[in-house]
């Protein structure tokens, strides 16, 4: 049974960085390519950040660029999503995702993969 779990979500002032780690079970981490994405209260889920299973290749979506970054440990079978400068806009519930397609790539939208994590919560207060 394929898990994935996300912690490190909560409550930050503007400004502010958290880190967030998604941990997989059941599944062959290093095979997988990885996502983040989020989802605010009446919007649609969107991408946020990829990473290749080799860590070759990142994407990021433009309203991160330059605040988020993306890594991935093989050996723990965890990728990471480091975000600074935090905004009230990034209020929201993030997820990761793992696609275990044959290829490595970075798909940017949630039918390029398989499973995921049911979310944690993040809150930037103004």
């Known amino acids: 049974q394929v898990q994935l779990v996300e912690s490190g979500g909560g409550l930050v002032q503007a400004g502010g960085s958290l880190r967030l780690s998604c941990t997989t079970s059941g599944v062959t981490f290093s095979r997988c390519n990885m996502g983040w994405f989020r989802q605010a209260p009446g919007k649609e889920r969107e991408f946020l950040a990829g990473?290749?299973?080799?860590?070759?290749?990142?994407q990021y979506a433009e309203a991160v660029k330059g605040r988020f970054t993306i890594s991935r440990d093989n050996a723990k079978n965890t990728v990471y999503l480091q975000m600074n400068s935090l905004k009230p806009e990034d209020t929201a519930i993030y997820y990761c995702?793992?696609?275990?397609?044959?290829?490595?790539?970075?798909?940017?939208?949630?039918?390029?993969?398989?499973?995921w994590g049911q979310g944690t919560q993040v809150t930037v207060s103004s």
């Open positions: 995702a793992a696609d275990v397609s044959t290829i490595s790539v970075v798909y940017t939208t949630s039918n390029g993969y398989d499973y």
């Open positions: 990473l290749s299973r080799g860590g070759g290749t990142s």
